[in-house]
């Protein structure tokens, strides 16, 4: 290994020398020619070329960006001085012209490496609103004051609350008609709610999941189809890809367990194969409770700016709290199409008034509807 390492410092000085030797003979040969190039520009030159070999035997060496090559390829270009022909006379040049060139290309090779080293850095207007990974404490609150219209819709936005899982909130996703809408077509088909059976895919009731519920089929009507579309839009999923709206409804005391939405099994991916995200709507505010709560998300949790408005249940991780018309969008897979362990959530049990909301699952391939 020495060995190796010490032939690669030879290789180095050998090119160096070489470079330096290649000086000399470059200055005569490039009076003879057309165009003459000034020494700083010749230089450059030179050095371009010795980095080029010391990059190629040592990749640790620092990078120049390909911004700097350019726009020192350009100083010398400008620096390039023509040489008039014997027929044409030949324009004097100032001195001082000839200076003030050279202490540009100089001040902006030194500012380039120093850059391309990492001792200076360009400051950016944003710098400081870059949150770190899993930094919850940029979250703005969950409430806007904005003036609402006479349908009670406020401002269209999108906050991002976690990276792990990817989780975000769509701000007045539904307006407050819609909401309504889909409570009011809902409330006549409400029955027990009811979990997936993982051996034979047809729903059982389960202690963990105590609310009522029913499903709406995907493009039933008009108003349904649009925020499909919406749903679409917002995560880039297909309508196709997705399952129908499932509203539900909990009462005081009702929740929902801790769970996964992707499946564990293959008999609940034979049709449009896994889960891949969820769009969670809330149709109504809740007094107290009520919330949805990611136990397994990364983050300082108690940073975010709701967190001594949560109940006992909402603490236990990183959780949102219902608000009418908003919508928590949630991947159940990472990028890399592996399932995220940290998309484990629950529904809190409602501790006063009531909790409408409206759930649309999203799978990977086509859902096809019977």
Not at 21 to 33: A, D, G, T, V, Y
Not at 349 to 365: L, Q
Request: hydrophobic share 35%; charged share 20%.
């Amino acid at each position: 290994m020495k060995h190796t390492e010490s032939h690669s410092h030879q290789n180095l000085l050998r090119q160096l020398h070489l470079h330096t030797h290649s000086l000399s003979l470059s200055e005569s040969h490039c009076q003879r020619k057309s165009f003459e190039i000034s020494p700083p520009s010749l230089y450059f030159l030179i050095f371009l070329s010795l980095y080029t070999n010391i990059k190629h035997q040592a990749p640790s060496f620092p990078d120049l960006t390909y911004f700097s090559a350019l726009s020192l390829s350009l100083s010398i270009i400008i620096m390039a001085k023509p040489r008039y022909s014997r027929f044409q006379p030949a324009r004097k040049t100032t001195s001082s012209s000839s200076m003030i060139l050279t202490s540009l290309l100089i001040f902006t090779f030194l500012v380039l490496i120093l850059l391309a080293l990492g001792f200076l850095s360009i400051p950016t207007a944003s710098n400081h609103h870059v949150s770190k990974p899993n930094d919850l404490t940029h979250i703005a609150h969950n409430t806007l004051h904005t003036a609402e219209d006479d349908d009670g819709n406020g401002e269209h936005w999108i906050e991002v609350v976690s990276w792990e899982p990817r989780a975000f909130i769509y701000h007045n996703f539904l307006t407050k008609a819609e909401c309504e809408y889909l409570i009011n077509i809902a409330k006549p088909n409400m029955h027990k709610s009811s979990v997936v059976d993982s051996t034979t895919g047809k729903s059982k009731d389960s202690r963990v999941r105590t609310s009522s519920g029913t499903f709406l089929a995907r493009g039933r009507d008009k108003v349904v189809r649009n925020i499909e579309k919406r749903i679409a839009d917002f995560t880039f999923i297909p309508v196709e890809q997705g399952e129908g709206l499932q509203v539900l409804h909990y009462e005081v005391g009702q929740k929902y367990e801790p769970h996964y939405d992707y499946f564990l099994d293959e008999f609940n991916t034979q049709n449009g194969g896994q889960r891949i995200a969820t769009v969670l709507m809330y149709l109504s505010d809740v007094e107290e409770g009520g919330e949805t709560v990611f136990p397994a998300a990364k983050g300082n949790i108690s940073s975010v700016p709701w967190w001594n408005e949560l109940s006992e249940c909402g603490k236990k991780g990183l959780s949102i709290k219902p608000k009418r018309g908003d919508a928590l969008l949630f991947w159940s897979m990472k990028p890399d199409a592996t399932l995220d362990p940290s998309s484990l959530h629950g529904g809190c049990p409602v501790i006063k008034g009531d909790k409408w909301s409206c759930t649309k699952w999203m799978r990977i391939n086509e859902y096809k509807i019977n």
